[in-house]
């Protein structure tokens, strides 16, 4: 199957700071890629679909001031945490639309945590 | 708005056939997929099936599908301690909005 890379995958920060998630599609072009929080035994949620090349669509009530998703090639997304505070602390999951098998392939996650 | 759903847990000895049920409301549905997901990682792929499709079979495993009643089984023959992680239902009408069901924690005790 695809490949889809996520860097990092365990993050630390003080409250206040910005974090950068990235997400890569190793062996396929992704013009599509999605960003999903996951909560302790939870199920994903979707948080925004990524589109190369132009702003990413988001969920109702995920602030996009908050959240920056920038996708500005083919095989690179990348979410910022801005001023990150403790409820921010998550599990998120990235992952890329494979356009010949029209499959999300998904990133192993990242988990942050804000001290 | 739509749904996925699924039992949250499921118990197994090692050997025996696992049999994960799901269940889904939108009858627009297109893709239907399985994912596992083992502690700290993210979801691996491990199936997926056509809606026009009944059944797909994999290696030990083998994905049931009933239009009808919008149910979707993911069977896993000769299930191994490996197994035990939690697998999520999936659905989409063209992949570009996925919905999750909560996902069933697979346990295998040897």
């Known amino acids: 199957g695809a490949v889809v890379s996520q860097h990092p995958s365990w993050v630390i920060c003080k409250s206040g700071t910005s974090v950068k998630i990235e997400c890569r599609s190793l062996d396929f072009q992704a013009t599509t890629m999605f960003w999903y929080r996951q909560f302790p035994k939870q199920s994903l949620m979707l948080m925004a679909t990524s589109n190369e090349g132009s702003k990413a669509t988001y969920e109702q009530g995920v602030e996009k001031d908050k959240f920056l998703i920038n996708h500005a090639s083919l095989t690179l997304s990348t979410l910022t945490v801005t001023s990150a505070h403790p409820e921010d602390s998550s599990f998120y999951i990235c992952s890329a639309r494979e356009p010949t098998q029209n499959i999300q392939y998904f990133g192993a996650g990242t988990r942050l945590s804000v001290l | ?110």
């Open chain 2, 1 to 110: 708005g739509e749904d996925v759903e699924q039992s949250l847990f499921l118990s197994v000895r090692e050997g025996d056939s696992s049999v994960i049920n799901c269940t889904y409301t939108d009858s627009s549905s297109t893709y239907l997929y399985w994912y596992k997901q083992e502690p700290g990682a993210g979801l691996q792929l491990l199936t997926y099936i056509f809606s026009n499709m009944d059944m797909k079979q994999d290696q030990r495993l083998t994905v049931l599908l009933n239009k009808k009643d919008k149910h979707l089984s993911l069977r896993i023959a000769d299930t191994q301690t490996g197994d035990s992680a939690i697998y999520f239902c999936a659905e989409s009408r063209n992949n570009n909005d996925m919905r999750f069901g909560a996902g069933t924690r697979l346990t295998v005790k040897p």
